[in-house]
DNA sequence: ATGCATGAGGC
DNA sequence: CCTCATGCATA
């Protein structure tokens, strides 16, 4: 169900619980009243529903995205991994072919973008035609956008981040541990968390040659104006309604050779395929509904045919497509599940959709398997923060997504973690708010 | 299905 | 030190 977030976190500000967090609003709001903010540089926040926890920091986060300026991104490089690594970890190279795919999407420094809220429903990129709007819906370090438009002034920077620091800081945690006993009355207290990096040994050799393509894509000021929570409803309700509004501008790719060659290879005869112009078969098939649609159809098939994610994870190898290795289970559960950032999904659609035009193929004649497994050593060990320090980062990151290496420092000492840990947290946290949310219920 | 982690590229 | 694509380990 899609509702209207602001809606659905009505109850959960006006619980007398929350006063805390209330009053912490109030008092962000007034350290950034003095920030003049373009209003183009208004920001929501993706939000992955679900939890007081993550309601009340979403409030925080939400409140501060609306007033914190927006910072350049720039979208890095577009890798697929490439060999199986016997135990050992392969470094991922963009592979020439795949590179194909692997589009950078160069960014306006300026450039505005607006998330999307998802509370529990579908947030589909209806409304965004893939490569005009803003590839992730995250909040692009809202804060850095602070420090950069905001402070005009260096006062103004250290009040908010100097007068932050200590207070707010102090507040976050005060409001993790509020949350604590609101929401868990059973908070483990055990800080188990050691990091056994036993890494394998011998990295395979088998990785791909990498690279990055530069992304076409189209900055239209449109996007400067964010959607406001009634546009956003209504999108949700006509995705919801399943109202095939036709994504009004078909956005022209600039085509890249390689993913011709891909696209070729991959889609002899997709029926799907909306894109099958005449001569080219140049144009990626980017529509977020079209790679929505192909996740889904993909998981069916694949399932029909009996083949678990690893299974073709390491049978991707076997396609011999240049520059394509195995993927892990992992990374074809994201594809399915459409968790995987925009760019990195349609890098990988091709890939698999031409194994999944093998494996019908050999299906339908003999039996084909194929496989690779590589029996590894396990080692390395997952560090896993108990759920009240995550409770104290996530406040934490309400406030600032990205802190300095200090205040790192400083919240890995307040919370008995190591930094590095923390920093990690952050990033894989930052990483997650980008990620585009294709995947519907979550 | 996900949390924490690594590493290549980039500034 | 960040972003991104990915992966191992695990709930």
Redesign the pocket.
């Known amino acids: 169900m899609v509702l209207n977030p602001l809606h659905a976190l009505l109850p959960v500000l006006t619980s007398p619980m929350h006063r805390p967090i209330l009053d912490l609003f109030g008092f962000l709001k007034q350290e950034l009243k003095t920030c003049e903010v373009p209003s183009q540089c208004k920001d929501t926040m993706l939000i992955k529903s679900s939890g007081k926890t993550e309601a009340m920091n979403r409030v925080l986060t939400t409140e501060l995205h609306l007033t914190l300026a927006q910072r350049p991104?720039?979208?890095?490089?577009?890798?697929?991994?490439?060999g199986?690594?016997g135990?050992?970890?392969?470094?991922?190279?963009?592979p020439a072919t795949?590179a194909a795919h692997?589009r950078?999407?160069?960014?306006d420094p300026r450039r505005t973008r607006r998330t999307m809220m998802t509370m529990n429903g579908k947030q589909h990129f209806s409304m965004h035609p893939a490569l005009h709007e803003p590839?992730?819906p995250?909040l692009?370090?809202g804060a850095?956008g602070m420090r950069r438009v905001c402070v005009s002034g260096p006062q103004l920077q250290g009040n908010i981040f100097g007068g932050f620091d200590e207070s707010l800081l102090a507040r976050a945690e005060a409001l993790a541990a509020a949350d604590s006993i609101v929401s868990h009355g059973k908070s483990h207290a055990f800080k188990a968390?050691v990091?056994y990096?036993?890494?394998?040994s011998v990295?395979c050799t088998s990785a791909p040659?990498?690279?990055?393509v530069p992304i076409s894509h189209h900055h239209h000021s449109h996007v400067g104006q964010g959607l406001e929570a009634g546009d956003l409803l209504e999108h949700l309700s006509n995705s919801l309604m399943g109202a095939p509004e036709p994504p009004q501008h078909h956005h022209h790719h600039h085509l890249q050779t390689m993913g011709q060659l891909h696209q070729a290879m991959a889609s002899m005869a997709h029926p799907h395929s909306l894109s099958v112009h005449a001569g080219m078969v140049s144009d990626v098939e980017s529509d977020p509904r079209e790679l929505e649609a192909f996740a889904e159809r993909f998981?069916q098939r694949r399932i029909k045919l009996g083949v678990t994610?690893a299974d073709v994870?390491s049978a991707l190898a076997n396609l011999k497509i240049p520059g394509v290795?195995?993927?892990?289970?992992?990374?074809?559960?994201?594809f399915?599940?459409l968790?995987?950032?925009?760019?990195?999904m349609i890098?990988?659609k091709p890939v698999l959709q031409a194994w999944l035009e093998e494996a019908e193929a050999a299906y339908r004649e003999k039996s084909s398997k194929p496989d690779l497994f590589?029996g590894?050593?396990?080692?390395?060990?997952?560090?896993?923060?108990?759920a009240p320090e995550?409770r104290s980062l996530e406040a934490y990151f309400a406030i600032q997504?990205?802190?300095?290496?200090e205040k790192?420092a400083a919240i890995a000492e307040k919370l008995d973690l190591?930094k590095?840990?923390v920093?990690?947290?952050?990033?894989?946290?930052?990483?997650?708010q980008?990620?585009m949310k294709y995947?519907a219920a979550?």
């Open positions: 991104t720039h979208f890095g490089s577009c890798k697929l991994s490439g199986e690594g135990g050992g970890r392969v470094p991922r190279r963009c795949a692997c950078r999407i160069p960014e590839k992730y995250g692009h370090a850095e968390d990091t990096h036993t890494m394998s990295p040659s990498s690279s990055t998981k994610q994870g290795g195995s993927l892990s289970q992992s990374t074809i559960c994201r399915e599940s968790t995987l950032s925009h760019n990195n890098a990988l590589n590894n050593e396990r080692k390395r060990k997952r560090t896993s923060i108990a995550k997504p990205r802190p300095s290496s790192i190591k590095n840990v920093r990690v947290w952050f990033c894989n946290q930052r990483q997650k980008k990620r995947s979550h």
